[in-house]
């Protein structure tokens, strides 16, 4: 009997009725003829509400419920969540859904309202963001039931302290994995890179078919066959490709509520399974005051998970990036000549002038990439006109830091480092770009 009241609730068309009876009684003292008709609807009142709240409570009907929610969530995308309720009561109800979701979004009037007929089952799916990796909690999830007419409403409580981890998006993987089956990446930016001389290994002789470069028959096969035969090479194999994440404070600045840290993970993901599945050695580390989060650069079959996991774990530690310690560390570690993806952000050419001789040394024995973000703030503030003198001053040192940015690609390249300037929404395109132009031009 307690647990029944503790989780009944009277709705507000209840005390409407309730106010109108008692302002009856009142007015019933001005006008005692009205005393009968009073007492015949409070009798009534009594009644309804009584058959309300045993319709709700003493019939053998409930409401059953459950959110199903993935084993894992994926960082900087919409992931679908899932309700579903069913309804064995003998009658239709009304329900309104309270999803206590968890802190990090910062949402507490979430709510769905909708209608469950009697016998039925019905499923309600909507999406969340996260936007920072690590374990989010779900609460509880509360179901509110009307009775039939309307004046009581029932409590139910499932799916105590769901726990889900936010890993990086692996939903991005997936959809550039997808895209690769379908032949389909030139829809999404990629672009299509002209090879420059057959820096490639040799795979087999073939029949040609048209389309073939007439520069690969082979004169000698065609010869002995009677008809045309060509030459097919493939992208150099098992070449080590090692995303490298500066996870300094100059990563921790947010764009579109993901921080750049996060951007970095995310790409360093996507690249390292294009690199595996184009057949070469994926690894990974990050660095700032010290180096972290290190993975040896293989092909073999757990090293995407080996990534993922690794990845999930990377945090900023708002120190200053010692890249002095970066160059001792690749000169000790890695021996081969590989390639070195560097995400980090240089905000103007003195940070950079202060790096640049570790990365000259660097790009000495590795073929280095360095990879740094516009700030797309400025950008639409910049875009913006002007009104007043005080916007034109803004306007004018915003301007100044982006022709900076401009300025860093060209001293980079200036010394030979290939070097990728992007909106961050755009890194992972960008990225593979750059990685599939290396392969074909045979710069590794």
């Given at each position: 009997?307690?647990?029944?009241f503790?989780?009944?609730?009277?709705?507000?068309?209840?005390?409407i009725?309730l106010?109108?009876?008692?302002?009856?009684?009142?007015?019933?003292?001005?006008?005692?003829?009205?005393?009968?008709?009073?007492?015949?609807l409070?009798?009534?009142?009594?009644?309804?509400?009584?058959?309300?709240?045993?319709?709700?409570?003493?019939?053998?009907?409930?409401?059953?419920?459950?959110?199903?929610v993935?084993?894992?969530?994926?960082n900087?995308?919409d992931?679908?969540?899932e309700?579903?309720?069913?309804?064995?009561?003998?009658?239709?109800?009304?329900?309104?859904?309270?999803?206590?979701?968890?802190?990090?979004?910062?949402?507490?009037?979430?709510?769905?309202?909708?209608?469950?007929?009697?016998?039925?089952?019905?499923?309600?799916?909507?999406?969340?963001?996260?936007?920072?990796?690590?374990?989010?909690?779900?609460?509880?999830?509360?179901?509110?039931?009307?009775?039939?007419?309307?004046?009581?409403?029932?409590?139910?409580?499932?799916?105590?302290?769901?726990?889900?981890?936010?890993?990086?998006?692996?939903?991005?993987?997936?959809k550039?994995?997808?895209?690769a089956?379908?032949?389909?990446?030139?829809?999404?930016?990629?672009k299509k890179?002209?090879?420059?001389?057959?820096?490639m290994?040799?795979?087999?002789?073939?029949?040609?078919?048209?389309?073939?470069?007439?520069?690969?028959?082979?004169?000698?096969?065609?010869?002995?066959?009677?008809?045309?035969?060509?030459?097919?090479?493939?992208?150099?194999?098992?070449?080590?490709?090692y995303?490298?994440?500066?996870?300094?404070?100059?990563?921790?600045?947010?764009?579109?509520?993901?921080?750049l840290?996060?951007?970095?993970?995310?790409?360093?993901l996507?690249?390292s399974?294009?690199?595996?599945?184009?057949?070469d050695?994926?690894?990974?580390?990050?660095?700032?005051n010290?180096?972290?989060?290190?993975?040896?650069?293989?092909?073999?079959?757990?090293?995407?998970?080996?990534?993922?996991?690794t990845?999930?774990?990377?945090?900023?530690?708002?120190l200053?990036s010692?890249?002095?310690?970066?160059?001792?560390?690749?000169?000790?570690?890695?021996?081969?000549?590989?390639?070195?993806?560097?995400?980090?952000?240089f905000e103007?050419l003195?940070?950079?002038?202060?790096?640049?001789?570790?990365?000259?040394?660097?790009?000495?024995?590795?073929l280095?990439?360095?990879?740094?973000?516009?700030?797309?703030?400025?950008?639409?503030?910049?875009?913006?006109?002007?009104?007043?003198?005080?916007?034109i001053?803004?306007?004018?040192?915003?301007?100044?830091?982006?022709?900076?940015?401009?300025?860093?690609?060209?001293?980079?390249?200036?010394?030979?480092?290939?070097t990728?300037?992007?909106?961050?929404?755009?890194?992972?395109?960008?990225?593979?770009n750059?990685?599939?132009?290396?392969?074909?031009?045979?710069?590794?």
């Amino acid at each position: 009997m307690k647990n029944i009241f503790k989780n009944t609730y009277l709705e507000k068309r209840f005390f409407i009725v309730l106010t109108g009876i008692i302002i009856g009684f009142i007015l019933s003292y001005i006008f005692p003829d009205l005393m009968g008709v009073i007492k015949l609807l409070f009798f009534v009142f009594v009644l309804v509400f009584m058959v309300d709240f045993l319709l709700l409570f003493a019939s053998k009907g409930v409401l059953l419920g459950k959110r199903i929610v993935p084993e894992k969530l994926s960082n900087g995308d919409d992931n679908e969540i899932e309700i579903s309720l069913s309804n064995s009561y003998l009658f239709s109800v009304r329900i309104k859904i309270l999803d206590e979701l968890p802190h990090q979004f910062q949402k507490r009037d979430f709510r769905i309202i909708s209608t469950l007929g009697k016998g039925k089952e019905k499923r309600y799916t909507y999406q969340i963001r996260p936007t920072e990796r690590g374990v989010y909690v779900f609460g509880n999830l509360n179901v509110f039931a009307n009775s039939p007419l309307g004046l009581v409403v029932k409590k139910y409580t499932f799916c105590n302290q769901q726990e889900v981890p936010v890993y990086p998006s692996f939903l991005q993987l997936r959809k550039y994995n997808l895209m690769a089956f379908t032949n389909r990446l030139f829809e999404y930016g990629l672009k299509k890179i002209r090879r420059i001389g057959h820096t490639m290994e040799f795979e087999q002789i073939k029949d040609y078919v048209p389309g073939d470069d007439i520069r690969n028959i082979n004169w000698k096969a065609t010869a002995k066959r009677g008809h045309l035969m060509v030459n097919q090479f493939q992208d150099e194999r098992s070449q080590p490709i090692y995303s490298i994440i500066d996870k300094g404070r100059v990563m921790k600045m947010p764009f579109e509520g993901l921080s750049l840290l996060d951007y970095a993970v995310n790409s360093s993901l996507v690249i390292s399974n294009i690199a595996i599945k184009k057949q070469d050695k994926a690894g990974m580390f990050a660095f700032s005051n010290k180096i972290e989060n290190r993975v040896v650069a293989e092909r073999r079959s757990a090293q995407m998970n080996l990534i993922l996991e690794t990845l999930y774990n990377i945090k900023t530690n708002f120190l200053e990036s010692d890249y002095s310690l970066l160059y001792a560390d690749i000169k000790r570690n890695i021996n081969h000549r590989s390639l070195l993806i560097l995400y980090t952000n240089f905000e103007t050419l003195d940070a950079l002038e202060r790096q640049l001789p570790y990365l000259k040394a660097i790009a000495k024995q590795h073929l280095l990439v360095v990879i740094f973000f516009e700030n797309t703030e400025l950008n639409r503030f910049v875009a913006e006109k002007a009104q007043t003198t005080q916007q034109i001053f803004e306007k004018t040192i915003a301007e100044k830091f982006i022709y900076e940015k401009k300025l860093i690609v060209n001293e980079l390249r200036k010394h030979g480092i290939q070097t990728i300037l992007t909106k961050p929404e755009n890194l992972t395109i960008n990225t593979i770009n750059k990685y599939l132009e290396i392969k074909a031009r045979g710069l590794l």
